[in-house]
Nanobody, 122 residues
Framework: QVQLVESGGGLVPPGGSLRLSCSPS????????IAWFRQAPGNVREGIGC???????YYASSLKGRFSISRDNAKNTAYLQMNSLKPEDTAVYYC????????????????WGQGTQVTVSS
């Protein structure tokens, strides 16, 4: 079965950091662009950023500087590093694979993960 699996979510205090991982099942990441999204209750899905197969990155301007995306093709894993977390960052975080970032932080996504909950609270 082709899918993505996110991990690394949890409860973190304000100002803390968290790194999420995204690993595929049934395929390898190396030729795919990987994008990250989040969705808080009652809100629309928000694009965070995208990393292309060559490692180029694109970010939503509101999150650039606190969030960063990387990939390790040898480990078949992409990452979302989140720093200086705020309560408003609380959401379910998703990764998605697409053929390209197409120069944007937001992609439609071909394969999606189930999401991982991130809660920022003291």
């Amino acid at each position: 079965q082709v899918q993505l699996v996110e991990s690394g979510g949890g409860l973190v205090p304000p100002g803390g950091s968290l790194r999420l991982s995204c690993s595929p099942s049934g395929f390898t990441l190396d030729i795919w662009a990987i994008a990250w999204f989040r969705q808080a209750p009652g809100n629309v899905r928000e694009g965070i950023g995208c990393i292309s197969s060559d490692g180029s990155t694109y970010y939503a301007s509101s999150l650039k500087g606190r969030f960063s995306i990387s990939r390790d093709n040898a480990k078949n894993t992409a990452y979302l590093q989140m720093n200086s977390l705020k309560p408003e960052d609380t959401a379910v975080y998703y990764c998605a694979a697409d053929s390209s970032c197409s120069g944007s932080y937001y992609v439609e996504g071909i394969y999606w993960g189930q999401g991982t909950q991130v809660t920022v609270s003291s």
